[in-house]
């Protein structure tokens, strides 16, 4: 299913280190709630899977709005959300079950969150979060050195949850944290084979796009998706920094003849992803 990634806002209730749109800086910036209705409906016509995040889609200021909007559009749409007590109060308010959403806890790659599970309300609020979702929650890591560098208990971790689907991501060299924690590679492909050989289940796991590829040139990842962040502007990817031009702007552009676009392949030669364009940093184990 073809996927757009939709940053709708800057904001959270947390503040990684780690973070790829920056969030919780002094400017505070959401895409208005006419735009993400106008996502919405392009979506639902067209059978498209629609991420809503940022940030977190409950610090957006029509969150609610836009939860009643899908009741009658009733499109695919996933939550992304960072493990908080805060945040589980409202996914209860608006239970997934009803507004037809799934929820994606943010666990991503970093020790501050890893080490809230290794405590004990905070592994509590977990399983609250698995207790609540069930069959609509998803957790997502972003392969870090220092997530590849505890790969034994990411692999006990989800050998104990098998009733959850687990998804993995590139780090992304935006927001704050620049390459300070880019893992190589090579050292990559290495994390995602242990993770594969040793998780019991293999149908719950997902490594996104540039994880499939064994080369440093052939991610297709536009053919698949396009990104909108929440100042509106369109990219290929979500693995954008500040030197890639955008392809578009949301509130100028057909997004719908932008979607033929890029499953066609129109834009090849205008997506130019930061990772794949710089090999060192790729190779560097």
């Known amino acids: ?154 692999i006990d971790f989800i050998n104990n949850n098998q009733d959850i689907k687990f998804y993995f991501h590139r780090l992304m060299p935006t927001g704050r944290c620049k390459y300070d924690d880019l893992p190589g590679f090579s050292k990559i492909m290495n994390f995602k084979n242990e993770v594969v050989s040793n998780v019991n289940y293999k149908n719950i796991l997902r490594f996104h796009h540039t994880l499939l590829s064994e080369t440093f040139d052939d991610c297709k990842a536009y053919r698949d998706r396009l990104f909108i962040d929440y100042k509106g502007n369109i990219y290929g990817c979500g693995w954008v920094s500040s030197n890639v031009q955008p392809i578009g702007f949301i509130k100028q552009s057909n997004l719908q003849e932008m979607i033929f676009k890029a499953i066609s392949g129109d834009y090849n030669s205008l997506i130019k992803c930061p990772l794949m364009q710089q090999n060192e940093l790729l190779t560097t184990l």
């Open 1 to 154: 299913m073809y996927e757009l990634i939709v940053d709708c806002t800057n904001r959270c209730v947390l503040n990684c280190r780690y973070c790829g749109t920056d969030s919780n800086s002094s400017d505070e910036q959401y895409l208005d709630y006419d735009t993400l209705e106008y996502v919405l409906k392009v979506a639902k016509s067209m059978s498209i899977c629609v991420y809503l995040g940022g940030g977190c889609f409950f610090c957006h200021p029509n969150w609610k709005e836009i939860l009643e909007l899908n009741l009658k559009l009733n499109c695919h749409i996933i939550v992304d959300v960072p493990l908080d007590e805060k945040i589980f109060c409202l996914i209860q308010q608006y239970p997934p079950e009803k507004y037809n959403y799934t929820v994606s806890v943010s666990l991503w790659g970093i020790g501050e969150i890893h080490n809230r599970l290794s405590r004990t309300q905070h592994f509590i609020l977990f399983e609250k979060y698995k207790k609540m979702l069930q069959s609509n929650m998803r957790v997502s890591f972003v392969i870090t050195n220092e997530l590849i560098d505890s790969y034994g208990d990411v």
